[in-house]
């Protein structure tokens, strides 16, 4: 239960939600992947509502899937631009006709920034612009770009993790080393020096908030540690954001400001040193995100598995299913059965690689050939593992799109 809202945040999947999609994707063998539209279009709906009329760039490493990102971007116009994970990939969907694209973490890969600098002289105003922390970014990018006339647009990232205890204690993803507004207009200051550079953004992205929600369950106590942290954090980050913000802005005009995730959009559009939000993994509404008490998704994407052994009553055991999610080799990183409702994972067996034994009273009942529907614990890591997603609306399958894998592409 949330003690903000009295209601369990979590979502609950019923034996109608398992029919329908036993309908709707009847013929199809799995494994698969889907996503449920209807479900996304909500979870869109309520991301922009939290945006609060502030334009929402599509974290592209939380869909990866290319069809998909167009139809999200062509949607609504409140979704606007893409904030992609690597070089190669933003490329790639330039190539493609995708506009207005940010890649959200600094590279090394000389050859295509060699490649970013051609698409730069050939489209100098809107080329993808280069995350940078660093004067040894500066010098990697100047180096594999090359001489040239028009210069590598790039935005500088800020450090926006919490800092207490006069910073002995460090909470956050460690990302910049850029935290205050001095280091921002001294970085800003070494940019502006270099006629091959040209600062155009800044983006700050408080993954302590936006990716960890404060309603864990069965951790009553930590969740309320978690809300009183991401409080006094949001507070600090709203003044700090301003300040480095109003000094970036006295050396150079920003054409974006850049904060926010799936998590934290209700608190980030608030601000007014931010322009832009960011935001993904809402539209798939994978399981970490139901423990957050200020909004609630639907379940969006997930995949199925078949049925392959009955080793003893009150266990099914289903083909491979160990999918985990990137991050600490915890519980909730672990895939979740999803439909038929009551499920529930072996803990002395997990998921496994070939084999997952699922348990409860719903898989007395579950025979070699049935499906059981999981849900990721992450978003767009899904579709590392599948070729495509079936898009399913209403009770059938409307389309079948290629993820990036099926296109080809594994970036990371």
Known sequence: MSARTGIDVRPR?????YERLERATEGIEPPFALVDLDAMWWNAADMLGRAAGKPVR?????????PLLARMLAHNPGFRGLLTFTLPETLWLAREGFENLVVA????????????????????AGAPVLMVDSPAHLDLIEEAAGPGTAPIRVAIELDVGYWPLRGRLKIGPKRSPVRTPRQAADLARLIAARPRLRLVGLMAYEGHIAGVGDRPPGKRLQGRAIEFLQSRSAREIRARRAAVVAA????????????????????????????????????FAPTLFDAYSAFRLRPAAMFAMPVVRKPAPGIATVLGGGYLASGLGEPSRVPSPHLPAGLRLDRFEGAGEVQTPVLGAPASDLRVGDRVYFRHAKAGELCERFGSLHLVSGDRVVDEVPTYRGDGKTFL
């Open 248 to 283: 970036v802005s006295e050396l150079t005009e920003l054409e974006f400001v850049n904060g926010g995730g799936t998590g934290s959009l209700q608190e980030t559009a608030t601000e007014d040193a931010v322009t832009e939000l960011a935001a993904g993994s809402g539209f």
């Open 13 to 17: 999947a019923s034996q109608g939600e």
């Open 105 to 124: 973490y600094p590279t090394g890969d000389r050859t295509a920034i060699g490649e970013l600098a051609e698409l730069t002289e050939a489209r100098p």
């Open 58 to 66: 599509i974290a592209s490493k939380s869909v990866r899937c290319r």
